[in-house]
């Protein structure tokens, strides 16, 4: 009899632990889509939040832009700057710099080759023949 009852309870708890793991993969089977669509929304809206944020700076920057484009002597200034203009009367000198400056870049078997006149073809051949050996 204790046998019996024993064996009972056995099935009784592994039948209450199969019907409990049944049901939480069911919950969690239920459960999991919505909280994937939570989560990736939040994610959705911080990126929104961060475009935005980026956007208004943008704006901001954009307006102030345009507040200095409305004074003309901004404007002149940057006429005279960016095009070179002059005033009636003035004169305006371009300095440029020396050619013995340190920046010099050497010349290269490629760079000859556009001095000394060479076809085009030949001018290709030898660049290509010049990066293969760097």
Known sequence: MARRQ?????????????????????????????FKHYFTQRAQISALNAQLTSDNKALDDARKELLLWQDPQYVKSQARERLH??????????VTEDATTSDAVPV??????????????????????ESGNK
Do not use: H, M, N
Not at 13 to 28: K, N, Q, Y
Not at 85 to 94: A, K, M, N, S, T
Not at 112 to 128: C, E, F, K, N, T
């Open 6 to 34: 024993l064996s009972f309870r056995r099935r009784r708890t592994s039948g209450r632990a199969l019907a409990l793991s049944a049901i939480l993969f069911i919950l969690a089977l239920t459960l999991a889509p919505p």
């Open 85 to 94: 203009f002059v005033l009636p009367g003035e004169r305006q000198y371009i």
């Open 108 to 129: 290269t078997r490629v760079a000859q080759a556009l001095v000394d006149g060479q076809p085009w073809y030949a001018r290709l051949i030898a660049s290509i023949s």
